[in-house]
């Protein structure tokens, strides 16, 4: 039903003045020290300001944080200034997949846009790749980064959609098929399970349905993390779906325990008005056809609302018709666009 995983992205190509013409200095590394970590933060920060959109995926800020796997490259391009060296652009490169192959996002810092940093980092990414062989996410469908990708004999290859919803229109009632019933995540008992029902309900979608138990713990120690919003199908005591919600914008801070006695009461700080997100929806194949995804994203809508949410967001594959009806049907319309370019 969702997609488990956002995407990263070329630069989006915002009309900005070109920075002045400072030498540039391209660096190679395998792992990054704290200091270059919050430098590639503060990129990441100007860069999404700049744009409206955040260029790296959250898998990508993620092996940022916590170190990622070891076989990852950073590509670091900076401009030498009279007052120091600055971050002009950063690329990443994840070449773990030995299905899919190497995959790659990038930014740009508004200030050095028109200065071909965008070409120098992809053309250091491809370099470090065993066959030039390449996939390249880009956030938003930007006629910029379109030029660039073909520019570099890159093909557009997938679409994914991002889709919204306000969560002040009405929303029906979860219809949960009989003999299933719903529960919150519970944290030290249900982890083990979950991955195995995540392989199971995701298996064409390696992306997604490949998570390990480590994958799914890094994702509970960020500040989003809630289990009051990771709700779980049962059916005779055995896990059979799922719906993860997100809050984007804001950091929730959860009192009580959630009982009938005890509800959660959440206090969302933000900057800006927050967003929650149907994160990842997955049911086991046994209970496909009838009706439990639907009822599951229902269900967390309402959680969503529930703590003050205005809107709610997405992402789905622009080839998966059956999961864009549904979501259609439940007041979402089309967005955004991410796509993939791949050589």
Same mark, same amino acid.
């Given at each position: 039903m969702?997609?488990g995983v ?6 989006a190509?915002?009309p900005?003045t @070109?920075?002045p013409?400072?030498?540039?200095r ?7 020290d704290p200091?270059?970590?919050?430098r590639v933060?503060l990129?990441i920060?100007r860069v ?7 260029? +790296?995926?959250?898998?990508v ?10 076989d990852?490259r950073?590509?670091?391009v900076w ?8 971050l002009a652009?950063y690329g990443h +490169?994840?070449?773990?997949d030995?299905v899919?192959? @190497? ?5 740009? !810092?508004p ?7 965008g070409r120098?980092?992809v053309?250091?990414? +491809?370099?470090?790749? !065993? ?8 956030h938003?469908?930007?006629a910029?980064?379109g030029?660039l990708?073909?520019?570099?004999g890159f093909?557009?290859?997938? #679409?994914l959609?991002?889709m ?6 009405p929303l ?5 098929p009989?003999g299933? !019933?719903?529960?919150?995540?519970e944290?030290?008992r249900?982890?083990a399970?979950?991955?195995r029902l ?9 992306d ?10 890094r994702r509970?120690q960020?500040p989003?993390f809630d289990p ?11 896990m059979?779906?799922?719906h993860?919600t997100?809050v $984007?914008?804001g950091? #929730?801070?959860v $009192? ?6 005890? @509800?959660p009461h959440? $206090? ?7 967003i929650?997100e149907?994160?990842?929806v997955? #049911?086991d194949?046994d209970?496909?056809?009838h009706?439990l ?9 309402? $959680? +969503?609302?529930?703590?003050g949410?205005?809107a709610?967001?997405l992402y ?7 999961a864009i009806?549904?979501?259609?049907g439940?007041?979402?319309t089309?967005?955004d666009t991410d796509?993939?370019y791949?050589r």
């Amino acid at each position: 039903m969702g997609h488990g995983v956002g995407s990263g992205g070329l630069p989006a190509g915002t009309p900005v003045t @070109p920075g002045p013409a400072a030498p540039l200095r391209t660096e190679v590394l395998t792992r990054l020290d704290p200091v270059e970590v919050d430098r590639v933060a503060l990129l990441i920060e100007r860069v999404t300001e700049a744009d409206g959109v955040r260029p +790296l995926s959250e898998h990508v800020m993620l092996h940022l944080r916590y170190g990622g796997d070891y076989d990852v490259r950073h590509v670091l391009v900076w401009a030498d200034e009279p007052t120091g060296e600055e971050l002009a652009g950063y690329g990443h +490169l994840d070449v773990t997949d030995p299905v899919e192959g @190497p995959s790659a996002e990038l930014a740009v !810092s508004p200030r050095y846009r028109r200065r071909h940093v965008g070409r120098r980092i992809v053309e250091t990414l +491809l370099g470090e790749t !065993s066959d030039g062989a390449m996939r390249l996410w880009a956030h938003g469908e930007q006629a910029a980064s379109g030029r660039l990708a073909r520019a570099m004999g890159f093909q557009r290859t997938r #679409v994914l959609w991002q889709m919204r919803r306000s969560l002040y229109a009405p929303l029906p009632r979860p219809a949960l098929p009989p003999g299933v !019933s719903l529960r919150t995540f519970e944290v030290g008992r249900d982890e083990a399970e979950w991955v195995r029902l995540n392989a199971r309900a995701f298996v064409e979608l390696p992306d997604q349905g490949g998570w390990t138990e480590q994958d799914l713990c890094r994702r509970m120690q960020e500040p989003w993390f809630d289990p009051h919003g990771f709700l779980v199908a049962e059916r005779d005591g055995r896990m059979v779906g799922f719906h993860w919600t997100k809050v $984007h914008g804001g950091e #929730v801070h959860v $009192h009580g325990d959630g009982g009938a006695d005890d @509800p959660p009461h959440v $206090h969302l700080e933000h900057g800006h008005e927050p967003i929650g997100e149907v994160y990842v929806v997955g #049911v086991d194949p046994d209970e496909q056809g009838h009706g439990l995804g639907r009822a599951l994203t229902v269900a967390g809508l309402q $959680h +969503l609302r529930g703590i003050g949410l205005p809107a709610a967001m997405l992402y789905v594959d622009a080839t998966n018709i059956p999961a864009i009806r549904v979501y259609e049907g439940l007041g979402f319309t089309r967005w955004d666009t991410d796509v993939l370019y791949r050589r």
